[in-house]
C-alpha cells in the first residue's frame, strides 16, 4: 500500500468513527418538570385570573398533559405586584404565572417592584371582554339613562374595578371621557370583592368578566347594560357592545402565561408547548367560547411581540389618566 493509499484509508477511518461516534451519542433529553409547578394567580379566589388558572390546571389534569400536578396558588394583592414580585423573586423554573391588566398597567405608575421587563412570554391565549353590570334593582335600564343621570349628578355614581389601574379603570375613563361625565371609580382586589361590593348596595355598579359575572346575571342577582368587546356574548345575546351604543370602547384583558426571566430557554419552550396543548383541547376550546373570550393563541416566539404592543396600548391610557389625575 502506496504511501496515498494509506492516507486516504486513514482519512476513511478516521470519517468513519466520527459518523458512527456522533450517531451512537445519546440524544440530549428536553427539559421537563419533576416536582410539582406552581400556577401563581395575583388576585383571590374566584376572580377572573383565578378563573382562568384553574381552567388551565383543570385541562392539564383531565388531559395528563404534564406528569407533574400543576396547583394554583393565590397571592393576592397590590394590583397582583405581590404576586409578580414573588414570581421574581423565587425566578424557579417551576413556578409560572397568569397575567392580568396590572401586570402592564401598574410598573407604568411607578407603584409596582416589578415590570414587565422582569419576565419572559410563554404563551398568550385569549381576549377577555368585560361587561358592565349592576343590581337588579338599580334604576338604569340602559347606558342612555345611565349616562343621563351621571350629567345630572356629577360624582355621585360610584364605578367598582378590580385594581387601581386596569382595563376596568380605563373602561370607566373612556365612559366619562366620551360621555362627559364624572362616574368615581372604586378599586377592588378580585372580581369576588366587586361582587360583595354590588350586592351589598356600595357601588352603583362594575365591570367583571363574562366568567365571573354570567351566572349572577342568568340567575338574576345582576344585570348587565353593555359589554366592552368587538361582538355581543354568545351567551348574553341580547346584552349591546358600547360600540353599537356609540361609544369607542372595546378595551379587553390579554389572559396570558409568564415565567421569570432567567428561565432557560427549555424551559420557556416546554411551557410553551404545554400551553399550546391545551389551546388545542375542545374543554379549553369549550371553556373559552362559554366565557365569552375570543381564542388567541400565540406561543412564546409571537407573544413576545404582542406583548410589546400590547404594553404600548396600555402605556397610551395610563398617561392619560394619569395626566387627568394629576
Known amino acids: 500500500m502506496n504511501k496515498n493509499h494509506q492516507i486516504v484509508v486513514l482519512f476513511l477511518l478516521i470519517l468513519t468513527i466520527m459518523v458512527f461516534g456522533v450517531i451512537s451519542q445519546p440524544a440530549q433529553a428536553q427539559w421537563k418538570p419533576?416536582?410539582?409547578v406552581t400556577l401563581l394567580?395575583?388576585?383571590s379566589a374566584g376572580g377572573g385570573a383565578d378563573l382562568f388558572a384553574r381552567?388551565?390546571?383543570k385541562v392539564i389534569a383531565d388531559y395528563k398533559l404534564c406528569e407533574q400536578p400543576v396547583v394554583v396558588l393565590n397571592k393576592p394583592g397590590g394590583s397582583h405586584s405581590i404576586a409578580y414580585a414573588y414570581l421574581r423573586e423565587q425566578a424557579s423554573p417551576y413556578i409560572i404565572a397568569v397575567t392580568s391588566s396590572s401586570y402592564f398597567t401598574v410598573p407604568l405608575t411607578g407603584n409596582?417592584?416589578?415590570?414587565?421587563?422582569?419576565?419572559?412570554?410563554?404563551?398568550h391565549f385569549s381576549k377577555d371582554p368585560n361587561m358592565v353590570v349592576l343590581q337588579p334593582k338599580s334604576p338604569f335600564k340602559t347606558i342612555e339613562e345611565l349616562v343621563a343621570f351621571a350629567k345630572a349628578n356629577p360624582g355621585k355614581l360610584k364605578f367598582a374595578g378590580s385594581s387601581n389601574l386596569s382595563d376596568d379603570t380605563i373602561i370607566c375613563e373612556l365612559l366619562n371621557e366620551q360621555a362627559g361625565i364624572n362616574i368615581q371609580y372604586v378599586?377592588?382586589?378580585?372580581?369576588?370583592?366587586?361582587?360583595a361590593a354590588l350586592l351589598g348596595g356600595h357601588v352603583d355598579m362594575g365591570a367583571m368578566s363574562p366568567a365571573e359575572a354570567s351566572e349572577h346575571v342568568k340567575n338574576g342577582d345582576l344585570r348587565t347594560l353593555a359589554v366592552s368587546a368587538f361582538d355581543r356574548y354568545r351567551d348574553l345575546p341580547?346584552?349591546?357592545?358600547?360600540?353599537?351604543?356609540?361609544?369607542d370602547i372595546d378595551q379587553q384583558q390579554s389572559r396570558a402565561v409568564i415565567i421569570e426571566k432567567s428561565a432557560p430557554a427549555e424551559v420557556v419552550t416546554y411551557y410553551s408547548?404545554?400551553?399550546k396543548k391545551v389551546s388545542q383541547t375542545p374543554e379549553w376550546e369549550d371553556w373559552l367560547a362559554k366565557n365569552g373570550m375570543v381564542p388567541m393563541f400565540l406561543d412564546s416566539n409571537d407573544y413576545k411581540a404582542y406583548h410589546q404592543e400590547v404594553l404600548e396600548d396600555y402605556k397610551v391610557n395610563v398617561d392619560k389618566i394619569l395626566s387627568k389625575n394629576k
Open 55 to 57: 381552567a388551565i390546571a
Open 187 to 195: 378599586p377592588f382586589e378580585s372580581g369576588s370583592d366587586i361582587l
Open 34 to 36: 419533576d416536582r410539582p
Open 273 to 275: 408547548d404545554l400551553m
Open 112 to 123: 409596582s417592584p416589578v415590570s414587565p421587563t422582569d419576565f419572559t412570554p410563554i404563551a
Open 238 to 247: 341580547d346584552v349591546p357592545t358600547f360600540k353599537e351604543l356609540g361609544y
Open 41 to 43: 394567580v395575583g388576585n
